[in-house]
């Protein structure tokens, strides 16, 4: 894990280590009488920051900054020792130091930058009451009495809940997975999955959230209501790790679905790694058709998952949460294609009270009856979004016997409702141009308010607190649609 100074996307080493190379290249153009002691200073300072930083894992972001102090050091402590021996000194002329000095110089200057624009993901902290614990659970379909056709699917939920406070020094959960290497199996497939090189988001393996694996639940509270996620296609059970920590501090248990053969990697307990096998052809009908089968197969991943842990609160398999989980209580959530199928499993079982659907398009059919309500996070609306977007989710929204809620966000992309925010550039059209941890705040603050008004029944006044993130428009018995 790297710790980042405050403000700074460097740890400490890291800033020591930039800082050495840039007074080892710009001793070459101070005055006489400083070169020797700014070579000395910088020198020790560079080499020692820098075997620490090769000690506990170099990222690549600091790659050009060792490279350009590696180039600088020699001459800038050559005439430092060539003095100190009696031997003639020898110094570049201006015309040669000069362009070597402005690429050393550019080269340092990449280093934050680059660490800046793709930083290890710092989560906020969640504002609830309760301290957060994490609990990675892996079984079959097939052993829990799923209506399926597939034979059964190996699913891993990684549940976070209410707990009970633990010590300050209490290991926390790595992002991406139970252990390290787990992570950078996972960090390393959503980077290929996303066509970017593996090393990019390197990152992601040394954060570290704020939930605690194992942590005991929490003996105040009660039962506390379940919310059932599921990931973007190709994402991961972990995408919105900020979001899960936050509402469960604030009383819910959250559980989040690795889709096999979906997600980027899944990475089951005896050590084997499901990749993806979603590829798009290219072709729009079969696309659809594809997406259609995507959706219903993550929904009955969903159905399955909230069998399992109606099944666990009655003590069946581990019994940490055993009687704390109100499955008479329950919200199916989702972030793109995983919005859609939790429009597609609520809209099949009666089970779910409610739906969250984070800016996903309604892959399948259209029509039918939607019971719950349903809360739709949309990002902001341009030229570039999908002309169908808008009047799909329209119809599903319209179709619904309960007061349904479509928020539009201005300064939000498709990425802005998860962690992406957190470790990528921030370029608008990726990730929006909210800063990095706004759309964090008021995707869990809308989803909060929407869950304590249905599942809660909270006296909440609904569309005043929505309509205060976005453009809220209200379809059923108190809006117009």
Not at 72 to 83: C, E, N
Not at 95 to 105: E, F, I, N, R
Not at 112 to 129: D, H, I, K, M
Not at 321 to 337: F, K, N
Request: aromatic residues 6%; charged residues 20%; contains cysteine.
């Amino acid at each position: 894990m790297t710790s980042t100074l405050t403000g700074l996307p460097v740890s400490a080493a890291e800033a020591l280590t930039v800082f050495g190379a840039a007074v080892l290249v710009l001793t070459r153009w101070l005055p006489g009488r400083f070169r020797d002691a700014a070579a000395l200073a910088g020198g020790v300072l560079f080499a020692g920051s820098a075997v620490v930083l090769v000690v506990v894992g170099l990222r690549w972001q600091m790659v050009p900054v060792v490279a350009a102090g590696v180039v600088a050091g020699p001459f800038a402590l050559a005439p430092l020792f060539s003095r100190r021996t009696g031997r003639a000194s020898w110094r570049a002329r201006w015309w040669v130091a000069l362009p070597g000095s402005v690429v050393c110089a550019a080269l340092i200057a990449a280093g934050p930058a680059s660490a800046w624009a793709l930083p290890v993901p710092e989560f906020p902290e969640p504002s609830g009451r309760f301290p957060v614990g994490t609990q990675v659970m892996e079984w079959s379909t097939s052993s829990v009495g799923a209506d399926r056709d597939d034979g059964g699917r190996v699913l891993v939920t990684q549940l976070w809940y209410p707990a009970e406070p633990s010590a300050s020094d209490a290991p926390r959960m790595p992002y991406l997975g139970r252990t390290e290497a787990e992570s950078h199996t996972v960090s390393r497939a959503l980077a290929d999955y996303a066509g970017m090189p593996g090393f990019l988001l390197d990152g992601l393996p040394r954060a570290r959230s704020h939930a605690v694996p194992g942590a005991p639940v929490s003996r105040t509270g009660g039962r506390f209501p379940v919310v059932l996620f599921s990931p973007g296609l190709g994402g991961a059970r972990t995408q919105n790790t900020a979001w899960a920590e936050e509402l469960a501090s604030h009383g819910y248990v959250v559980a989040g679905v690795d889709h096999p053969y979906d997600s980027a990697a899944v990475v089951l307990e005896d050590g084997r790694t499901l990749r993806t096998r979603v590829r798009a052809t290219g072709d729009e009908a079969k696309d659809a058709a594809l997406a259609e089968g995507w959706t219903r197969a993550r929904a009955a991943d969903l159905r399955s998952v909230l069998t399992r842990l109606t099944r666990l609160d009655r003590g069946d398999g581990d019994g940490t949460l055993a009687g704390h989980l109100d499955t008479g209580r329950v919200a199916a959530a989702g972030h793109s294609m995983g919005g859609a199928a939790a429009l597609q499993a609520a809209r099949q079982d009666r089970r779910f009270d409610a739906v969250i659907d984070l800016d996903g398009f309604p892959h399948g059919p259209a029509g039918g009856q939607l019971g719950p309500p349903v809360l739709a996070l949309t990002q902001e609306i341009g030229p570039g979004t999908d002309p169908d977007y808008l009047p799909r989710l329209t119809r599903v929204l319209e179709a619904g016997t309960a007061t349904n809620y479509r928020l539009t966000v201005p300064g939000t992309a498709h990425l802005t409702f998860t962690d992406a925010p957190l470790y990528l550039p921030p370029i608008p059209g990726v990730v929006g141009s909210l800063d990095r941890t706004e759309g964090h705040r008021l995707t869990a603050a809308a989803s909060l308010s929407f869950l304590d008004a249905t599942l809660r029944r909270a006296p909440v006044d609904l569309p005043a607190a929505l309509a205060s993130h976005g453009e809220l428009t209200v379809y059923g018995a108190v809006g117009t649609g």
